[in-house]
C-alpha cells in the first residue's frame, strides 16, 4: 500500500504544475507578440497593471526579440540604449525604464490612431478564422437597424448558407459582369481562390436614408472601400491570442491540412496590417465583440 504524499510534497508538486503553466502562458504570449496579435504597448501595459501577469513575468529580453526583426545583437544595443538590464522583467521595471521603453515602441511601432470624419459606413475585417462571420450574424440578428451588406462571390456555397442571405453566389462569367457595370463597392480575390464583391446599391441607399452599414469583408476589400470611400471607419477583428486562432480554424473543419496552413501563413500577414484600420476589437466572446462594434455606429450622427 502507498503512502500519501505528504503537505511538503503536495506543495512542490503544486507549485512545479504552477511553473509549467506560467511558462506556457509565457509561451503563449511571445506568440502572440510575434504574429501581431497584441499589440507591444498593450504587454507593457498589462505588465505595468500586474507585475505576475504573464507579460509582468516575461524577460524584457524575451519580449524585444519576439517583435519583429529584431534579433539578439539588436536586443541588446536597444537595451543598452534605453539603460534596462537584460535580466529584467517587464513587471519589474522602474517608471523612467518604462517611459523610455514606451516611447521607442510608438516609434517603431506606432499604434493606430482613429482618424476624423468617420461616416456609419462601418469596415469589419480580420484574419481568416478569427469571427467575423459569427459576430457580423450576431449584429444582424440583434441589431436589424443595421444593415449587414451581403457580399458576391464565385466560391461555392457551405452547409447551410444561403443564396442572398449568406452571400450572393454567381459564376466567374456573372462576376465579370457585375465588375464592369461598375456594381461593386470593390472586390478582391481571397486566398487565390475565390473572388469576393461588395454590391454598392443597397449601400449608398441606406445610408442615405441614415442607417449604419455593417461590411464584413477580407483585408484586400477594406483597403479598396478605404480608397473609394474615405471616411469608412475601419474596425480590425482580432483572436484573444495566436493559439485560440488555430484552434478556430482546425474546429472548423473546412478546410485540409494544406489549406489550414496557408490560411495560417496567410493570417499573420493579414495581422501585420492591423494598424492601417481604426479601431481594434478582441472577438474573445461573440456577444462583446458585437456590442463594441455596434457602439461605434451611434459615435457618428446621422444625416440631416
Given at each position: 500500500?502507498?503512502?500519501?504524499?505528504?503537505?511538503?510534497?503536495?506543495?512542490?508538486?503544486?507549485?512545479?504544475?504552477?511553473?509549467?503553466?506560467?511558462?506556457?502562458?509565457?509561451?503563449?504570449?511571445k506568440r502572440d507578440i510575434a504574429t501581431r496579435v497584441v499589440s507591444p504597448?498593450?504587454?507593457?501595459?498589462?505588465?505595468?497593471?500586474?507585475?505576475?501577469?504573464?507579460?509582468?513575468?516575461?524577460?524584457?529580453?524575451?519580449?524585444?526579440t519576439a517583435l519583429p526583426a529584431i534579433g539578439?545583437?539588436?536586443r541588446d544595443?536597444?537595451?543598452?540604449?534605453?539603460?534596462?538590464?537584460?535580466?529584467?522583467?517587464?513587471?519589474?521595471l522602474g517608471a523612467r525604464q518604462r517611459r523610455a521603453l514606451a516611447a521607442w515602441l510608438e516609434e517603431r511601432f506606432p499604434e493606430p490612431r482613429a482618424r476624423d470624419a468617420r461616416s456609419r459606413l462601418i469596415v469589419l475585417a480580420g484574419p481568416t478564422a478569427v469571427g467575423k462571420g459569427t459576430v457580423a450574424a450576431h449584429i444582424k440578428e440583434h441589431h436589424p437597424e443595421i444593415l449587414l451588406s451581403v457580399s458576391a462571390t464565385t466560391r461555392k456555397p457551405r452547409p447551410g448558407e444561403v443564396d442572398g442571405e449568406h452571400y450572393y453566389f454567381v459564376d466567374d462569367a456573372g462576376f465579370d459582369d457585375l465588375i464592369a457595370r461598375g456594381e461593386l463597392l470593390e472586390y478582391a480575390t481571397v486566398?487565390?481562390?475565390?473572388?469576393?464583391?461588395t454590391p454598392r446599391a443597397p449601400i449608398e441607399k441606406a445610408l442615405a436614408e441614415g442607417r449604419s452599414v455593417l461590411l464584413?469583408?477580407?483585408?484586400?476589400?477594406?483597403?479598396?472601400?478605404?480608397?473609394?470611400?474615405?471616411d469608412a471607419t475601419l474596425v480590425f477583428l482580432l483572436p484573444p491570442s495566436w493559439d485560440e486562432l488555430v484552434q478556430r480554424l482546425v474546429g472548423r473543419g473546412t478546410e485540409d491540412d494544406e489549406e489550414r496552413a496557408r490560411r495560417l501563413r496567410t493570417a499573420k500577414v493579414e495581422l501585420a496590417s492591423q494598424n492601417e484600420f481604426d479601431y481594434r476589437v478582441v472577438n474573445a466572446e461573440v456577444a462583446d465583440a458585437a456590442r463594441e462594434v455596434v457602439e461605434l455606429t451611434k459615435a457618428f450622427p446621422r444625416p440631416s
Open positions: 500500500m502507498s503512502e500519501r504524499p505528504t503537505p511538503p510534497e503536495i506543495d512542490r508538486a503544486a507549485a512545479s504544475r504552477k511553473a509549467v503553466a506560467a511558462r506556457r502562458a509565457r509561451a503563449s504570449l504597448q498593450e504587454v507593457l501595459r498589462q505588465a505595468e497593471a500586474d507585475a505576475g501577469s504573464p507579460a509582468g513575468t516575461l524577460r524584457i529580453t524575451d519580449f524585444l539578439e545583437s539588436k544595443r536597444i537595451l543598452d540604449g534605453l539603460g534596462i538590464s537584460p535580466v529584467k522583467r517587464l513587471g519589474g486566398h487565390n481562390a475565390h473572388r469576393y464583391g464584413e469583408i477580407d483585408l484586400q476589400g477594406a483597403r479598396q472601400v478605404r480608397d473609394a470611400a474615405p
